[in-house]
């Protein structure tokens, strides 16, 4: 392999990869709270991108984007307060059971209103044929835009757990639901924003990697199926250890081209996955006494 190629693959690797962390993070930052994974995640990312596209050919792409991230965490939140909040209790695999109805139900519903066509957003710096010369090989800026941005991402959702008094809150009730209660903490409420948390930072990777991969209504199932290989592979509940994880797979796809025909690309997530539960089903950087809520 020449050094053109290898460049090419490997800020294909890295742009992928950021996309699967951010998907990955989402479903840590709902199971971290609730206990629950959220197999509708990838839909967020879909509704991002589509939303955005249709609000652009009526106004501005900034404002666009911005109204479509925030309608997204809103559907989010009402996605939270119709189908999740009213369960007492629920096992496992009906949350599971009911994660993938709302996936089917968001992406008909998403075939309904915008068709089955592929669509995008237009480069947010430069277009088509634009690239800067990296090394050997030529990228689009719109690659360093996605990385720049998701890795902002990363950063200020580590800096809002962290230091933010909503933050705190959602550890707090993540920790220990009960003492978060007797602290004046609402436990359905931090749920509800965890819910709209997710959808926005995956509104935010819709928007961005639109120009580049492109939007469709049925492209959430995939992006799920790899967030989801992410997230185990870096410890459930781990965000940045999902950064890692996400760039990991994201280069180990990118190369696999170079020996593997890209019909098998998908495959290779779902094999690493059923490896890791086999093998590691904490994770890499995960333990095996992963907080979780257990009587959501």
């Known amino acids: 392999m020449n050094s053109t190629l290898f460049c090419q693959y490997l800020f294909a690797g890295l742009t992928y ?118 090394f050997s090989s030529r990228v689009s800026p719109q690659v360093f835009l996605v990385v720049g941005v998701c890795s902002v991402m990363v950063a200020a959702l580590s800096l809002f757990f962290k230091y933010s008094s909503l933050g705190r809150e959602m550890r707090a009730c993540a920790a220990n639901r009960r003492a978060a209660i007797l602290c004046g903490i609402n436990p359905r409420n931090m749920v509800t924003l965890s819910f709209m948390l997710s959808a926005g930072i995956g509104a935010v990777a819709g928007c961005v990697m639109s120009p580049i991969t492109y939007s469709q209504y049925d492209m959430g199932p995939s992006l799920a199926i790899k967030g989801f290989t992410v997230a185990i592979l870096g410890g459930l509940g781990n965000s940045m250890a999902a950064v890692a994880a996400g760039l990991l797979l994201g280069i180990i796809e990118s190369f696999s081209i170079s020996v593997l025909p890209l019909a098998f690309q998908d495959a290779i997530a779902t094999s690493i996955l059923l490896l890791i539960l086999f093998v590691r089903p904490h994770g890499l950087f995960g333990s095996s006494a992963a907080a979780r809520l257990k009587d959501f």
């Open 17 to 134: 990869g950021i996309i699967y962390a951010i998907v990955a993070i989402g479903f840590n930052i709902i199971y971290n709270t609730t206990g629950i994974i959220n197999f509708a995640q990838g839909e967020f990312v879909m509704l991002g991108g589509m939303i955005a596209i249709s609000l652009h050919a009526h106004m501005p792409l900034l404002p666009a984007i911005v109204l479509a991230v925030l309608l997204t965490m809103a559907i989010g939140g009402l996605i939270e307060i119709f189908f999740i909040r009213w369960l007492q209790s629920p096992s496992v695999l009906r949350m599971i059971i009911i994660t993938i109805g709302l996936s089917i139900l968001t992406r008909e519903a998403a075939l309904h209103i915008w068709g089955s066509s592929v669509r995008s957003l237009p480069y947010f710096i430069g277009n088509e044929i634009t690239s800067i010369k990296v």
